[in-house]
C-alpha cells in the first residue's frame, strides 16, 4: 500500500485503520535532513525539526507496542554555516542531525535502542571544499539509528549474524541506489533489508513515512512482509511503480493511493 501524500496528512485521516489493521512492527525509513535535494527545497532548519517530530509522533500513535523506528541519516546538512549565535529549537547551539533526532524521538515517546553505522563504499566520494574549508571529514558513512516503542515483548532475534554487527558495509551492493538515478538519493536495498531480517518476522507490516523510491517496501515485500508507505511528491509514484513491479510480478497486490493533498516538486 502506497499513499501519495504528507505521511502526516495520511495518518490525520487513516491512523485508525492503519492501527487496526497495519499497525507496524517496523517503522524503517530515509528522512529528509537538508542537502539540497529536489524534494527539501524550502525546508528550513526549524521545519526540519517540526517534520521530524510531528511525524515521530505520528508513528507512535499507529505504532504496535514494542516497535521499533529506524532511520538512516547523514550527519552534515546545509544548515551548519549558521552564526554561533544560531541554536537549535531546544535552545541547544548542537545543530547536528544526531542532536536532532535524539531530542525529537524523545519527545515523541520513542526510547533508543541501538546505533550503527552505515560504511558506503561508493567508488566516487570526494571532498568537497566544505570539507577543506572546515576541517570536516569526507562524508564515507551514515547513522542508522533504532528506537523502540514501549512494550511488547518481541525484543530478541536468533540470527546473531544479522543483529550483533554495528556496521553495515554495503560494498556488495554497490549498484544498488535509491530510484537508480530516478530519485536524488543513495538508499541501497541492503540498509531496509537488514533492518527488516532483524526487527520483523514473516507476515509483519513495515511502515516508510518517507517513501521515496519506494526501497523500504521493494525489501519488505521481498523478505514477505507487508508494507504502507508515504510519499509526500506524487512525481515519485511512477518510479515507485516501476520499482515495486517486481513484487507485483512475483504476485503481490500493488496499490497506490493519491490522496488530493499530495504535492508537486518544487520547480
Known sequence: MVYAGDVRKVIAEFGGHILEEWSPQLIMTSPPYAQSKPYEQGLTYDGLWKLILETAQACFDIARPGAFFCINFGETTKYDKFPASRVAPDGSCDLTMSHLYTVTMKMAGWRIHSRRVWKKCFPKIRASAYNHTMRIPVAEFENIWTWRKPGGDRETKPDSKLHMRAVWDTGEERKEHAGRGKYKAAYP???????????????DFVFDPFAGSGTTALAAGLLG???????????????????????????????????????????
Open 225 to 267: 512482509r507487508h508494507s504502507v508507505s508515504c510519499e509526500k511528491f506524487k512525481d515519485y509514484i511512477p518510479v515507485i511503480r516501476e520499482k515495486l513491479a517486481v513484487l507485483r510480478d512475483k504476485g503481490h497486490h500493488i496499490w497506490v493511493d493519491e490522496r488530493p493533498y499530495a504535492e508537486v516538486l518544487p520547480r
Open 189 to 203: 536495498l541492503i540498509i531496509p533489508r537488514k533492518a527488516i531480517q532483524i526487527f520483523t518476522e514473516e507476515g
